[in-house]
């Protein structure tokens, strides 16, 4: 409890120093020339505040924000699904993964963002086109962590699975499937994460809704209060999906050692 | 099948020759011109130094590995190893082999599981197993919770409970300490005891294989490993491996087999120094 105190305080220190350096007439203006600039370029903190509770009271932000989390949702399953398929199938076929591999090495260290007008092209300016950014980012992540799960499994377990007369789906059903699932969850944080970025750089680049969408137009008119306002429930809720999945892991991956255990009476 | 006189298991003149792993250099001759049977309901123990090839005889015979030339066979059946492993044979190693993400239980089952048993029927013979080896009530554990004296159990369970007819045991309790060791020999020996199931057991450990066994043979040093003695343990059963220790007859057993192996192990010690 003391920590979330602390915390907390952290926090609170924060807005403060935010409030006093922004706030016309409260400290004399030491790096512009006039006191309220300092507003202008960096918001001020009750201002953002009443953003955004002016947002979820009118409720005006509830369709940008599940749009954006629609987007972010698609992204990662799609892209999650086809890295976990595909790792699999390059991992268990040496030829296969011989033949791809330049490409997929290739398609890994291309700065993938650069596709984002191709896919606004391709898929137009609905949430298609922010899914499709988002897979190409997940994709690779969980790829090569199933690839390396797969890769890893111990023989000795193939082996004993074999002696134990598993068949070849089996195998993958019993064995790989749930040593490449364990890699999976270890990458899931990042991969939500990617699905994130992959929503709301699509929305920025062109969209007509979406909270990217939103923080683009408030750009447009130097509305500086409305954009730090969206990047806060951004903040927020990918805090909230990042938690989320944790939950989600704790709850599956409970086979897992966790340094330190010890049983409970 | 049926008939006497066929062994459960007989390796004949088994060669393995493995490829250098960095390229240069010639091929390694690990097993060499190798023959070995094992009857019916005889529990035949296997030792030699270090390195010298033990488990990949082992796995010859589990039809994991495919010897460059010599045969398997199984009661009398050749076994192909191009057709899929020896499916007459349950395999404990030595390492664990146990399904990290599976609770105690589903790993007892696995086997059942394979060959597609219903899991309710499974599930009553896993809780039988789980008695036999004396882990009763810890099914609902995962392997990571358990120590390392249980995961053997366990081990043990998941590899009885498809009741293979030949079982191929490579160093199995060599990670236990000497006490916990000595309750899983017993234990092995009383599950043995009732149904005779014809056991191969790898070990680099003379005390053990004697007190285990039938009959121990004698590998050479590696490279091209053969057996190259065959001794045969006649010590009365029922035995209890920690007091069968202290009988003059064992002593006398163990010195014998002793002189006949040393050589080896010199041989074998010599080889890694160079190494």
Known sequence: MKLR?????VLALLIAAWYLLTAPGIIPAFYFDQDNRAAFFFGEPQKVFWVVVEWFVSGDIFIHLAVTLLETALGFSIGALSGLAIGLWLALSPTASAVMDPYIKGFNSMPRVVLAPI????FGLGIWSKVALGVTLVF??????????????????????RMLGASRRQLLR??????AMS??????????????????????????????????QAEGTFDINTVFAGILVLTAFALALDTAVGAFERRLMTWQPRAGETEKI | MSQEGVPALALADITCRFAARDGRGGAYTAVANATLEVAKGEFVSVVGPTGCGKSTLLNVAAGLLEPSSGTVSVFGEPLIAADGVNRRAGYMFQADALMPW???IDNVIAGLEFRGVPRAEAVAQGEAWLRR???????????????????????????????PDILLMDEPFSALDVQTRQLMENELLALWAEDRKSVLFITHDLDEAIALSDRVVVLSAGPGTR?????????????????IRMTPAFATLHREIWGAMKEEVLKAYEAQKVA
Request: no cysteine.
């Open chain 1, 119 to 122: 896919f606004a092209v391709w």
């Open chain 2, 102 to 104: 599976r609770s105690g």
């Open chain 2, 133 to 163: 080896v004396g882990l009763a009530g810890f099914g609902d554990r995962y392997p990571h919770q358990m120590s390392g004296g249980m995961r053997k159990r366990l081990a043990l369970a998941q590899t009885l409970i498809v009741s």
């Open chain 2, 227 to 243: 057996p190259i003695g065959d001794f045969k343990v006649d010590l009365p059963r029922p035995r209890d491996v920690s007091e």
């Open chain 1, 140 to 161: 690779f992540v969980v790829f090569f962590n199933v690839y390396q799960g797969v890769r890893e499994v111990s023989p000795n377990l193939i082996a004993s699975a």
């Open chain 1, 5 to 9: 105190t602390l915390q907390f305080g």
């Open chain 1, 183 to 216: 890699w999976v969850f270890a990458s899931l944080h990042n991969a939500v994460g990617l699905a994130f970025v992959g929503a709301v750089v699509g929305e920025y680049l062109g969209s007509a809704r979406g909270v990217g969408y939103l923080i683009l």
């Open chain 1, 174 to 179: 019993s064995i790989y499937l749930p040593a």
